[in-house]
């Protein structure tokens, strides 16, 4: 199977041993539109504070790439090691020092749905590289563990932790010195960001994502939601919420929520990582698979082989960094991401901040509506315009960098176009959709859903969190009222089945921070909190852990930093202590004076059992939420 390259309408990119790359010329250029001033300003305060820690980034990266392949620089008896399994005719090719050799790097487990699919796409990679004239070899495989699974269990525990290891396990893959360029093969929640990671500590090689897809829309996400909270009430049991689980997650591919995975799939195309209309085709179609081939044929072009290399980590800078954050916001997408983007900034030498995230705030409008913040789901967003749309109206209203390299060539208009095979099979790119074919799910940039982004910052004598707003109605943007301190969720949890939770409140729930317990996500805290807010009272959460991609109703102010067992003001909270949380102006306060109490302690045992022993050295290594919540050079 071919395919034309998805900026042009030009003849397809084919590859010889040394590969012809996919032509750069654009069909028809399109009108330069100016970038935001808030967009501008952004971008320009980022690339000035990350000047030099970005410079020392792009040297090491420069300084790595070689003449010829990069396994030409082995020993004979190393070389042997690397192709001692391969079938004779890739031995003859990787003996050479013409032939390109491609890393694929795999999530893949059936336990998880969203990797499921991933089983079978190392060999359709290997067939369609080898037929454009090179070699891809399975480097490795890294874990991947469900967050959906774990919530509430102590293995939720390791999940943050899992993005770190998961990218020491991608550098460790690549570490071989025989690979030219990568297809990183991942979906969800840690795991993207962890390969993103491992994949830019070998910036000099030239990456592609490749997605499985979101499976097929089930039992609606409003319809799973009721049920919890009716189970939560004691209205339901067991059977019938089950029943109605397995109706939502029930076959291969991501869950459709527009919770951390999905976000991650949007994230990666708008950063140029995918191909173009990659992100959210169901797996198990022709498409997908061409997708899937495609993308081994084009990191075959990108290699330094070729006069179109274009490194990753070249290719993730300020302007890619900036996109990503404005296309969070423009989406309500999950809040995880506010650690995630900057500890993926933070690995290309680019000073990603929580400011830069309040400052676009303002600036990006909300385009979006998916669960949980409305009705639709992700594939009810990629019908009515999906990737391509979005791109195209931030791209008009000048809120995204189109100056930026991507896997499918230079500059993101290639973006506003979405792929489709012919009669006779071939992948190519059309124009994509100028208007939404549903605007409650999907509007332009100048008739947005509201005129600022879905997250926003917080800041104030408890420290600086994070809130997701989109969700959150409007006259609950603003709660005061006496705290309740819990130790973690199960304490609330019990609380609330024992009718203790009457009047307004705002929920503290503390010591969840990475260096506390590894900054669980504690998303079973919102049916129980959700059916009281229903029932008139006025709540809130205040959590130095995390609420996921998957937070709703409830404000919540999330990832508190410094965290409590870092000696932040929480650890000095008591119940009765009156907090003003205000997302209208920004602010997390209590309203006492909390000098001269002394800081509580975790009254949780979270540091053995379950795996938990063996991240101790992690949770002494973490920097705060505010530096992306990771190992590596906080």
Same mark, same amino acid.
């Given at each position: 199977?071919?395919?034309?390259?998805?900026?042009?309408?030009?003849?397809?990119?084919?590859?010889?041993?040394?590969?012809?790359?996919?032509?750069?010329?654009?069909?028809?250029?399109?009108?330069?539109?100016?970038?935001?001033?808030?967009?501008?300003?952004?971008?320009?305060?980022?690339?000035?504070?990350?000047?030099?820690?970005?410079?020392?980034?792009?040297?090491?990266?420069?300084?790595?790439?070689?003449?010829?392949? #990069?396994?030409? @620089?082995?020993?004979?008896?190393?070389?042997?090691?690397?192709? #001692?399994?391969?079938?004779?005719?890739?031995?003859?090719?990787?003996?050479?020092?013409?032939?390109?050799?491609?890393?694929?790097?795999?999530?893949?487990?059936?336990?998880?749905?969203?990797?499921?699919?991933?089983?079978?796409?190392?060999?359709?990679?290997?067939?369609?590289?080898?037929?454009?004239?090179?070699?891809?070899?399975?480097?490795?495989?890294?874990?991947?563990?469900?967050?959906?699974?774990?919530?509430?269990?102590?293995?939720?525990?390791?999940?943050?932790?899992?993005?770190?290891?998961?990218?020491?396990?991608?550098?460790?893959?690549?570490?071989?010195?025989?690979?030219?360029?990568?297809?990183?093969?991942?979906?969800?929640?840690?795991?993207?960001?962890?390969?993103?990671?491992?994949?830019?500590?070998?910036?000099?090689?030239?990456?592609?994502?490749?997605?499985?897809?979101?499976?097929?829309?089930?039992?609606?996400?409003?319809?799973?939601?009721?049920?919890?909270?009716?189970?939560?009430?004691?209205?339901?049991?067991?059977?019938?919420?089950?029943?109605?689980?397995?109706?939502?997650?029930?076959?291969?591919?991501?869950?459709?929520?527009?919770?951390?995975?999905? @976000?991650?799939?949007?994230?990666? =195309?708008?950063?140029?990582?995918?191909?173009?209309?990659?992100?959210?085709?169901?797996?198990?179609?022709?498409?997908?698979?061409?997708?899937?081939?495609?993308?081994?044929?084009?990191?075959?072009?990108?290699?330094?082989?070729?006069?179109?290399?274009?490194?990753?980590? =070249?290719?993730?800078?300020?302007?890619?960094?900036?996109?990503?954050?404005?296309?969070?916001?423009?989406?309500?997408?999950?809040?995880?991401?506010?650690?995630?983007?900057?500890?993926?900034?933070? #690995?290309?030498?680019?000073?990603?901040?929580?400011?830069?995230?309040?400052?676009?705030?303002?600036?990006?409008?909300?385009?979006?509506?998916?669960?949980?913040?409305?009705?639709?789901?992700?594939?009810?967003?990629?019908?009515?315009?999906?990737?391509?749309?979005?791109?195209?109206?931030?791209?008009?209203?000048?809120?995204?960098? =189109?100056?930026?390299?991507?896997?499918?060539?230079?500059?993101?208009?290639?973006?506003?176009?979405?792929?489709?095979?012919?009669?006779?099979?071939?992948?190519?790119?059309?124009?994509?959709?100028?208007?939404?074919?549903?605007?409650?799910?999907?509007?332009?940039?100048?008739?947005?859903?509201?005129?600022?982004?879905?997250?926003?910052?917080?800041?104030?004598?408890?420290?600086?969190?994070?809130?997701?707003?989109?969700?959150?109605?409007?006259?609950?943007?603003?709660?005061?009222?006496?705290?309740?301190?819990?130790?973690?969720?199960?304490?609330?949890? @019990?609380?609330?089945?024992?009718?203790?939770?009457?009047?307004?409140?705002? #929920?503290?729930?503390?010591?969840?921070?990475?260096?506390?317990?590894?900054?669980?996500?504690?998303?079973?805290?919102?049916?129980?909190?959700?059916?009281?807010?229903?029932?008139?009272?006025?709540?809130?959460?205040?959590?130095?852990?995390?609420?996921?991609?998957?937070?709703?109703?409830?404000?919540?102010?999330?990832?508190?930093?410094?965290?409590? %067992?870092?000696?932040?003001?929480?650890?000095?909270?008591?119940?009765?202590?009156?907090?003003?949380?205000?997302?209208?102006?920004?602010?997390?306060?209590?309203?006492?004076?909390?000098?001269?109490? %002394?800081?509580?302690?975790?009254?949780?045992?979270?540091?053995?059992?379950?795996?938990?022993?063996?991240?101790?050295?992690?949770?002494?290594?973490?920097?705060?939420?505010?530096?992306?919540?990771?190992?590596?050079?906080?």
């Amino acid at each position: 199977m071919t395919a034309h390259n998805p900026g042009t309408g030009n003849p397809p990119t084919t590859a010889t041993p040394t590969p012809t790359p996919a032509p750069e010329d654009a069909e028809t250029p399109t009108a330069t539109v100016s970038v935001h001033p808030v967009v501008a300003e952004v971008t320009r305060r980022l690339t000035e504070r990350s000047a030099t820690t970005r410079t020392a980034y792009l040297e090491r990266l420069r300084a790595a790439v070689g003449q010829g392949p #990069a396994r030409t @620089s082995l020993g004979c008896a190393n070389l042997a090691h690397g192709f #001692a399994a391969c079938g004779v005719g890739d031995k003859l090719s990787l003996a050479g020092d013409v032939t390109p050799n491609l890393a694929i790097v795999s999530a893949y487990n059936d336990m998880l749905s969203a990797h499921q699919p991933l089983e079978t796409y190392p060999a359709v990679i290997k067939k369609a590289v080898a037929e454009a004239g090179g070699v891809a070899q399975f480097a490795g495989g890294v874990p991947a563990m469900c967050d959906g699974i774990t919530q509430g269990r102590a293995g939720m525990e390791l999940s943050l932790f899992s993005r770190d290891v998961i990218a020491m396990s991608a550098a460790v893959a690549l570490s071989h010195d025989m690979f030219d360029g990568a297809l990183m093969l991942g979906v969800c929640d840690k795991i993207v960001p962890g390969l993103l990671i491992g994949a830019l500590s070998f910036g000099h090689l030239p990456v592609a994502f490749v997605p499985a897809g979101p499976m097929h829309s089930g039992l609606p996400n409003k319809e799973k939601a009721r049920v919890r909270q009716k189970f939560a009430e004691g209205r339901v049991g067991r059977t019938e919420l089950l029943q109605a689980e397995s109706a939502a997650y029930h076959s291969p591919g991501t869950c459709t929520f527009y919770g951390t995975a999905n @976000s991650n799939q949007m994230l990666m =195309e708008v950063m140029g990582l995918h191909l173009p209309g990659a992100s959210f085709e169901q797996p198990g179609t022709p498409l997908r698979e061409a997708l899937t081939a495609e993308a081994g044929r084009r990191v075959l072009g990108l290699t330094a082989l070729t006069d179109q290399h274009t490194p990753v980590g =070249e290719q993730i800078d300020e302007k890619a960094i900036v996109n990503a954050v404005v296309a969070l916001l423009a989406t309500g997408g999950s809040s995880n991401h506010t650690l995630h983007l900057v500890a993926i900034a933070r #690995a290309a030498g680019v000073q990603l901040t929580w400011d830069d995230f309040a400052d676009l705030s303002e600036a990006v409008p909300l385009l979006t509506r998916m669960y949980p913040n409305g009705a639709a789901d992700v594939n009810r967003f990629h019908e009515v315009g999906g990737m391509a749309f979005l791109i195209g109206t931030l791209l008009d209203a000048g809120l995204l960098h =189109e100056d930026v390299r991507t896997v499918a060539g230079p500059g993101l208009d290639r973006y506003r176009r979405v792929p489709q095979l012919t009669e006779d099979g071939e992948l190519t790119w059309t124009d994509g959709p100028t208007e939404s074919a549903d605007t409650a799910v999907l509007r332009p940039a100048d008739d947005p859903f509201a005129p600022d982004g879905g997250l926003r910052m917080l800041e104030g004598n408890l420290g600086r969190a994070v809130i997701k707003v989109s969700a959150v109605a409007p006259e609950r943007h603003v709660v005061e009222a006496p705290a309740r301190v819990f130790a973690d969720q199960a304490e609330l949890q @019990s609380a609330f089945a024992a009718g203790e939770l009457t009047g307004d409140f705002v #929920a503290v729930v503390r010591f969840q921070g990475p260096r506390a317990n590894g900054m669980p996500e504690l998303h079973k805290l919102t049916p129980p909190l959700a059916v009281l807010q229903d029932r008139g009272q006025r709540v809130a959460l205040v959590t130095d852990g995390r609420m996921s991609g998957a937070s709703g109703k409830v404000p919540a102010a999330i990832h508190v930093s410094p965290e409590a %067992e870092a000696g932040g003001p929480l650890a000095r909270v008591r119940d009765g202590d009156p907090i003003r949380l205000d997302a209208v102006q920004g602010t997390l306060e209590v309203l006492v004076d909390l000098d001269g109490r %002394e800081d509580a302690r975790p009254t949780v045992d979270s540091s053995a059992g379950t795996g938990r022993e063996l991240f101790a050295a992690l949770r002494g290594a973490v920097g705060p939420a505010e530096n992306g919540a990771g190992v590596f050079g906080h």
